[in-house]
């Protein structure tokens, strides 16, 4: 077992005493990147970047690279269950991800197989293994899966949606189905981030990036009980260190005292809630990730600066923040930008971590 050489992303999610805080971006390893862009091209697809170790790991590491980075996240997607699933993933070019089979009937439904992880999905266990390898303990490998809920609303549509039409008339109209649904996703997702922490994931996040576009009770009802059924099953210890879990709902705002009481170790924030008033809500029970608007990064590395320190500022003193942006870095952002916001929370954050 290899020691890690840099482990603040993990003691900051179990509020253990840090130097800095410490920062990685959600879809850091992307298109902004044009070594990203070169091993895409050589690859031929995205998918067949996710589906080959090599390529996964090479594209993984190429932001850890340029930046001080620290964490690493698995370069894969979230919609790999559903393709594993049968429901045949592929990315049109400019229309984000489609499926060939769309799942939009109770039958259809009641047919859907529980991917085996170690098999129907063991490209992304190989992938994960790869990565560690290569990491060779710089700092820790978050592993990552989709919310239930999230990943309905792609099966449902049969890809993207700005309304989830489709999607939310089969849960008011035949909810028992949707359940039937987001149980079996439940459980998918369950075991695929077991197999993935089993490989060497040394945290988890949970992204639920459409629970926000669901009323309160449905939140409650469709989204967050299936994520509480996926926490508890969940490997908590491995390696000799405890796993950390994040729960990330985009527009999930408001429920954050409902998602700390799911017992995981971290909430991620978009940028619509101020994280100083977020701490005092979720307390001593959580560590909080986030929250910068990503679109900051289209401003001066000054303005970047500016509002980096003011996120800093309104978190406060001591451990409990991961900075990380809102949600995922754009294709636009100049890389030297994303540089100027690592390097401002590493410099800017020495001064909330001084032991007294
Ligand atoms: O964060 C990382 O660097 C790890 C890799 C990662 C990707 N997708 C790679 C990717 C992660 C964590 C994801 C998660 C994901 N995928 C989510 C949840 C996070 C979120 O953004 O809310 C969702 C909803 C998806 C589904 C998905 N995959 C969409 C909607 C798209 C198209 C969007 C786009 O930017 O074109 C993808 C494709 C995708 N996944 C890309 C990357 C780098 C772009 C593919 C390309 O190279 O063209």
Redesign the pocket.
Known sequence: MTTLKNDRFLRALLKQPVDVTPVW???????YLPE??AS?AKAG??MS??MNPEFACE??LQ?LERYPLDAA???????TIPDAMGLGLY?E??E??RFRNVVDTPEAIEALPIPDANDDLGYVMDAVRTIRRELNGRVPLIG?A?SPW?LAT?MVEGG?SKDFRKCKALMYNNPQAMHMLLDKLAQSVTSYLNAQILAGAQAV?I?D??GGSLSDVAYQTFSLAYMQKIVDGLIREHEGRRVPVIL?T?GGGLWLESMADTGVEALGLDWTCDIGSARQRVGDKVALQGNMDPSVLYASPDSIRDEVARILASYGTGTGHVFNLG??I??QVDPEHAGAFINAVHELSAKYHEQN
Do not use: N
Not at 25 to 31: D, L, P, V
Not at 73 to 79: E, G, R, T, V, Y
């Open positions: 971006m959600m879809r850091q390893a992307g298109r990203y862009r895409r697809d995205f970047l996710c594209v993984t932001p996240i698995l370069f894969s997607d979230i919609l990315f070019t400019g984000g991800p990552f989709g999230t792609y993207s996040q992204f990036s459409w990330f985009k949600h995922g754009t294709p």
